[in-house]
Every structure is written in C-alpha cells, then in structure tokens.
C-alpha cells in the first residue's frame, strides 16, 4: 500500500524540472507550474486532467526535454497547487492564461498540450488573448466538449437515464480511495485504462490518482457533470490533433469524432484500438511523437527576449529559441497502426 502522489522509479517517475515557480491566477489561486529542458528550445505546454498532476506527463517531459522546453502546471487544487473554492470552466481558462504569460514572452509559440480536463482547460480559453498569441498548434487527449456522464461506459448498462444517474453518483462520489491496494489497482484500470495495460500503468496512474483530495475530486466532479464547451471547440482555430483510446470509458471516442468534425482545421484523428482514457500513460511514445511533430511543423522562428515574469518567487527563464524545430522522427509501428486508424475514420466520415 502506499500514498506517494508518484512512483520514484522508472519510466513514469518525474523527471527533475529545471525551473520550478508558483503562478498566481486572475482570482489569486496560486498554481505550481514548472520548468523543463534547453531554455532556448521550442516550448511544449501540457495541461492534465481531472484526479491527476504534473507527474501524469512524465514520459513525455522525459523525452521532449532533450531539445524542447517543457512547461507543465498542476490544476487548481491538484498536485502541488493548493485547493481554491472557485470551481468552474472560467478558472480553468484564468488558470491557462495565467501560466502562459508567466512562462512564455510575448508572441512566443508553443504547442500546448491538453489530456482529459486539460483539453477542456483548452477550450474553455479558446477565446482568450494568450491563447491566441502563443499556441501554435494544440493536440486534445482523450477528452470531451460536452455531455461527457450520459456518454461515459464506465457503469455497464445501456445508454439512457439510469445509467446516467448511477455514473453521476460513481464519478461525483465523495467516498476516499484511501491508499493504492490491489483491489483499488483493479478499479482504477477498468475505469481508466484499456485492458491490456501493464502493471507499471495501472501504478502509476494510481500513485497520482489517490493522492488527489476527495474534497477536488468532488468540486470539479459538477463542473465536468454540468459541462458544455462546444462553442469553445470552434474557436480553436490553430492546427489542431485529436488521439482518443478505442477502449476510453470516460471520453469514449464519439467525443473525439465530434471534436474532429467541429474544429476549423483539425490535422488528425488517431483512434487506438485496446487503449483507454490514459493516453498519455497508454502510449507515452506516439503522444509524445505526436506532439514533436506539431512543434516541428508549427513552432519555429526567433520570438524575442523574454521579458520579467509576474510568476512568484522567481521568473520563468529567459532566451529565445534559436534553432530550428527538430526534424520528428520515423513513425515507429504503433505509430504506423495508428495512422492507419486515422485514415480509416476519416474515410469513414467522408462516406
């Protein structure tokens, strides 16, 4: 049994950030965010989901920290940000805007990345100035823009009322997980994770999940219940990329399909067969590619001095990216499969 917020070994342990500062938010809530990789590299931003924290993108600031800067931020009220009793999709979006200005300079690019509430994060500030200054490209993780419980399987009943109010009550539950059991591994993975995952998933994920608050897990619960973002989804007018588990039972890929169809210039929809609502977890290397690959295609050029920072207690770091992106590497097998996936639904659609 154990509380650690994160497994200290392996490939899903947290890398060291290079810069760590406290962001403060339009309504004062102070949000942990951190630092990783060259100062001077194409930036990448990740926003996590509900339950979770920065330790959930470990695999991939592990990697894209070789010739990226990594920026990643704990949600209100998750990881290392402290609680605040400001619940909504308004919060959210402060919150986005509010890292961005503190750890990018002004009309600097970066791909951000969102999984789960992190794309709802994105949506909700779509409009925002921030955004539309520095996001170059966006990829959305197993996520969703509205009616996110009648849609959800985790209650194996057919779709309609019933199985809504019982999701409601599993998903909105203020009951503590208490520590990672093996009976609360084998929860954890059915709800979240596709059936073939492997025991240092099911781990990590479950390290960072029970460390969340109930009273946090509770409060954001309504805001996902009462959910509807769909207007945000169309004001996303950056390229964006869509990667959805086959087996998700939150986000079940009809989510994503709506996405893909909604977005003014989406760039891709994967669909991967066996995998749940833990992409980045699930498939660390093709999310990963993923997003090298946008920041190669869309984050380039010099973007000036840094200016001062309003983060506490030390600013972000200071330089300007001065080479070019890098080159994304060669598809590797599950990357092949899931290109296929892609072209295959987009055959679909257009039928």
């Given at each position: 049994?154990?509380?650690?917020?994160?497994?200290?070994?392996?490939?899903?342990?947290?890398?060291?950030?290079?810069?760590?500062?406290?962001?403060?938010?339009?309504?004062?809530?102070?949000?942990?965010?951190?630092?990783?990789?060259?100062?001077?590299?194409?930036?990448?931003?990740?926003?996590?989901?509900?339950?979770?924290?920065?330790?959930?993108?470990?695999?991939?600031?592990?990697?894209?920290?070789?010739?990226?800067?990594?920026?990643?931020?704990?949600?209100?009220?998750?990881?290392?940000?402290?609680?605040?009793?400001?619940?909504?999709?308004?919060?959210?979006?402060?919150?986005?805007?509010?890292?961005?200005?503190?750890?990018?300079?002004?009309?600097?690019?970066?791909?951000?990345?969102?999984?789960?509430?992190?794309?709802?994060?994105?949506?909700?500030?779509?409009?925002?100035?921030?955004?539309?200054?520095?996001?170059?490209?966006?990829?959305?993780?197993?996520?969703?823009?509205?009616?996110?419980?009648?849609?959800?399987?985790?209650?194996?009943?057919?779709?309609?009322?019933?199985?809504?109010?019982?999701?409601?009550?599993?998903?909105?539950?203020?009951?503590?997980?208490?520590?990672?059991?093996?009976?609360?591994?084998?929860?954890?993975?059915?709800?979240?994770?596709?059936?073939?995952?492997?025991?240092?998933?099911v781990e990590a994920c479950a390290r960072i999940v029970?460390?969340?608050?109930?009273?946090?897990?509770?409060?954001?619960?309504?805001?996902?219940?009462?959910?509807?973002?769909?207007?945000?989804?169309?004001?996303?007018?950056?390229?964006?990329?869509?990667?959805?588990?086959?087996?998700?039972?939150?986000?079940?890929?009809?989510?994503?399909?709506?996405?893909?169809?909604?977005?003014?210039?989406?760039?891709?929809?994967?669909?991967?067969?066996?995998?749940?609502?833990?992409?980045?977890?699930?498939?660390?290397?093709?999310?990963?590619?993923?997003?090298?690959?946008?920041?190669?295609?869309?984050?380039?050029?010099?973007?000036?001095?840094?200016?001062?920072?309003?983060?506490?207690?030390?600013?972000?770091?200071?330089?300007?990216?001065?080479?070019?992106?890098?080159?994304?590497?060669?598809?590797?097998?599950?990357?092949?499969?899931?290109?296929?996936?892609?072209?295959?639904?987009?055959?679909?659609?257009?039928?």
């Open positions: 049994m154990s509380r650690l917020p994160h497994v200290a070994d392996g490939p899903y342990a947290p890398p060291v950030p290079a810069h760590e500062l406290t962001v403060t938010s339009a309504d004062g809530a102070r949000l942990h965010a951190e630092v990783h990789g060259p100062e001077n590299a194409p930036a990448v931003v990740l926003s996590h989901g509900w339950w979770c924290s920065t330790a959930f993108w470990a695999a991939q600031i592990r990697e894209l920290a070789a010739d990226h800067r990594v920026v990643a931020y704990d949600q209100r009220g998750h990881g290392r940000s402290p609680a605040n009793p400001a619940y909504g999709t308004e919060p959210l979006a402060d919150d986005l805007e509010a890292v961005l200005k503190a750890t990018l300079a002004p009309g600097e690019q970066a791909v951000i990345a969102g999984h789960s509430m992190g794309g709802m994060t994105l949506m909700a500030a779509a409009t925002r100035p921030a955004v539309r200054e520095h996001a170059a490209a966006v990829l959305l993780c197993s996520t969703g823009s509205a009616r996110l419980v009648p849609s959800a399987t985790v209650v194996p009943l057919r779709e309609g009322r019933v199985r809504t109010w019982l999701t409601r009550r599993v998903l909105g539950s203020r009951a503590p997980l208490g520590p990672v059991t093996p009976a609360a591994r084998r929860i954890l993975k059915y709800g979240t994770l596709g059936p073939g995952s492997s025991p240092d998933m029970h460390a969340c608050p109930r009273r946090v897990r509770y409060g954001w619960s309504h805001v996902l219940d009462l959910l509807d973002l769909d207007h945000g989804v169309r004001e996303l007018r950056m390229p964006v990329e869509v990667v959805v588990g086959a087996a998700d039972r939150l986000t079940p890929p009809v989510h994503a399909r709506a996405l893909a169809a909604a977005l003014p210039d989406c760039v891709g929809l994967t669909e991967l067969p066996g995998l749940g609502h833990m992409t980045p977890v699930e498939a660390p290397e093709l999310v990963t590619g993923k997003i090298r690959a946008l920041a190669a295609a869309h984050v380039s050029g010099a973007r000036g001095e840094r200016s001062a920072r309003s983060a506490e207690p030390t600013a972000a770091p200071t330089g300007v990216p001065t080479a070019p992106a890098p080159t994304a590497p060669a598809q590797t097998a599950p990357a092949q499969t899931a290109a296929v996936q892609t072209a295959a639904v987009q055959t679909e659609e257009s039928a």
